[in-house]
């Protein structure tokens, strides 16, 4: 057995401090001691930058939208069907919702029989005719012989009273019945072409009430065509407010489309920072995927609004904002290109935001030329 008699080793020290292990394994520890440092720290140091970027930065957050046609039920119903989800894009035409209304499908079928019923009543009434047609025929027959005869028996009286065979009261009476007879037929005659007329169209009543049944069938029908929700421009589908099973009412909103038009940008910007804005100002346009745009301010603004949840910050002392209106110089990239998107808008940077913050200069005087 070896016995070791010179005794433990003195420790190795580093910075006055005694470390009793290897020097490979010392730079462990201070990078652990490190990361620590960096995490405990962090938040100090991103809000110590964010602090530091709003003295330095003149920025707001934005948003690009297109302009919105909300489609609506023109009639009643349950959802039945959705044909179309959010992010998809449609064509003039395409059915988006499919609508029940049973009342709007009895109302349809009970109007269709009392117009098969008018037309049952309308065949009797024609039938009728035709066969009061028939008797006229015969009695119109009837009267031009009568008058005929009355006519020639007119001429004998008026040779006869030339003789005085026949007296003045005789002949003014085969006169006047000569007149009635004719009368009769001309009422006749009159008789046979209003039945000549109501066999061609109809009973002037039930045409009348066919008439008023087919003016309802029509705007039941239409309601019925209502039931299906056709996308009247093309677009793509941002928002649906109804799903299967829900009960809608006219007028009811029943999805949002975004339509094919030129971009509109709005900045949220901090009221505090309105005295950076004028006309034709610009402005740098920050969009997610990293890319740029350069734009204009079209205007001053002239409204306040609310900047939407999303877009919202914790280091904001208010959701209210100057609403401002940029103008884009290029046509905003085809990926990019979506309704609602955020996107950060840059109005001025450097020195001078610095000084015109501290009211050395003026606000409209900082332009940062070397960004835009």
């Not at 809608?248 to 940008?265: E, F, I, K, N, Y």
Request: hydrophobic share 40%; charged share 25%.
């Amino acid at each position: 057995m070896n016995i070791d008699f010179r005794g433990e080793p003195a420790p190795q020290r580093s910075n006055g401090l005694p470390v009793r292990y290897a020097p490979a394994r010392r730079a462990i520890p201070r990078l652990r001691w490190a990361l620590v440092a960096l995490i405990v720290t962090s938040p100090i140091l991103y809000l110590g930058w964010v602090v530091l970027r709003g003295g330095w930065v003149v920025e707001s957050t934005g948003r690009l939208t297109y302009e919105t046609t909300r489609i609506g039920s023109v009639v009643g119903g349950v959802v039945s069907e959705v044909l179309v989800s959010e992010n998809d894009t449609v064509t003039p035409g395409q059915t988006l919702f499919r609508l029940e209304n049973p009342a709007i499908n009895a109302r349809v079928e009970h109007l269709l029989d009392e117009l098969d019923r008018l037309s049952a009543e309308q065949l009797a009434a024609r039938r009728r005719s035709e066969a009061e047609l028939a008797v006229l025929d015969e009695q119109i027959t009837a009267l031009e012989d009568l008058i005929d005869e009355q006519h020639e028996w007119l001429s004998q009286i008026e040779l006869l009273s030339r003789s005085g065979a026949v007296t003045r009261a005789e002949r003014r009476r085969a006169n006047a019945e000569l007149q009635r007879s004719r009368g009769d037929l001309i009422r006749a005659i009159g008789q046979r072409q209003a039945l000549a007329r109501s066999i061609a169209q109809g009973d002037p009543q039930l045409r009348e009430r066919e008439q008023a049944l087919r003016l309802s069938l029509d705007m039941a029908r239409a309601d019925r065509s209502y039931l299906s929700v056709k996308a009247p421009d093309p677009g793509s589908v941002i928002e649906l407010n109804v799903e299967p099973g829900d009960t809608v009412g006219p007028g009811s909103t029943l999805l949002t489309l975004a339509r094919p038009s030129r971009p509109r940008l709005t900045a949220y910007l901090p009221p505090a920072d309105g005295a950076f804005v004028q006309r034709n100002r610009p402005v740098t346009v920050h969009l997610p995927d990293g890319s740029q745009l350069t734009g204009r301010v079209s205007d001053r603004p002239t409204l306040t609004g609310r900047i939407p949840d999303p877009m919202q910050s914790i280091f904001r002392e208010s959701d209210t904002a100057l609403m401002v209106r940029i103008r884009l110089d290029r046509p905003v990239p085809a990926s990019m290109a979506v309704h609602g998107l955020p996107v950060e808008v840059e109005f001025d940077r450097g020195i001078t935001v610095m000084l015109a913050r501290m009211d050395l200069i003026p606000a409209f005087a900082s332009e940062a030329p070397g960004l835009h």
